[in-house]
């Protein structure tokens, strides 16, 4: 994103399970760990992204919390990002969407990014809609639990800002592709 001037969300596509729609991956002192929000799919699997409900029967928050808490609250960071992410996540949004629609605005803002992202509910061609590719590398920044586990790239967005704070776009410029 941070390359674009311009990003479209497409919320017509089908939703697809185990994709980062849903889900994102942090470091711990345990190693890589998931936090997935559970989902509803009303139409099973044809429904599309704009309508696929968080289910909150379970409570994924409070895991989902302690979990951030566990794994950022002593890098540099933290206390001046947490509060108001973690109040995004407690937030009881109906569907998943709006969680990320609210996740990526809090980031872009925070990262200092200029890209304006759309969520757009038309039927996009193929040909106007781009797939992030998996080949990110992340330029190396300090994370807390390097010395046991190593750098560990292509983290959640979070790791970054609890880490490096305003530096944050500065670690993205310096990354690639390949």
Not at 19 to 37: F, K, P, Q, Y
Not at 53 to 63: A, G, V
């Amino acid at each position: 994103m941070w390359k674009s001037s311009e990003v479209i969300v497409n919320l017509t596509e089908t939703y697809k399970k185990q994709t980062l729609r849903s889900r994102c991956e942090i470091m711990t002192a345990n190693g890589r760990i998931w936090l997935t929000v559970p989902v509803e799919r009303p139409n099973g699997k044809q429904t599309q992204m704009c309508d696929v409900l968080i289910h909150n029967t379970e409570n994924w928050r409070k895991d989902h919390i302690k979990a951030i808490e566990s794994a950022y609250r002593k890098t540099p960071y933290y206390e001046f990002y947490a509060d108001q992410l973690l109040s995004i996540i407690r937030t009881d949004f109906t569907y998943l969407w709006e969680l990320n629609q609210t996740l990526t605005d809090y980031f872009v803002d925070k990262i200092g990014l200029t890209v304006s992202v759309i969520h757009e509910s038309n039927n996009l061609t193929k040909e106007s809609t781009h797939r992030f590719d998996q080949n990110f590398h992340t330029h190396r920044y300090i994370q807390p639990f390097e010395e046991r586990h190593g750098f560990q790239g292509n983290l959640s967005v979070l790791d970054l800002l609890f880490n490096e704070g305003p530096n944050s776009i500065s670690i993205l410029q310096e990354s690639f592709y390949s």
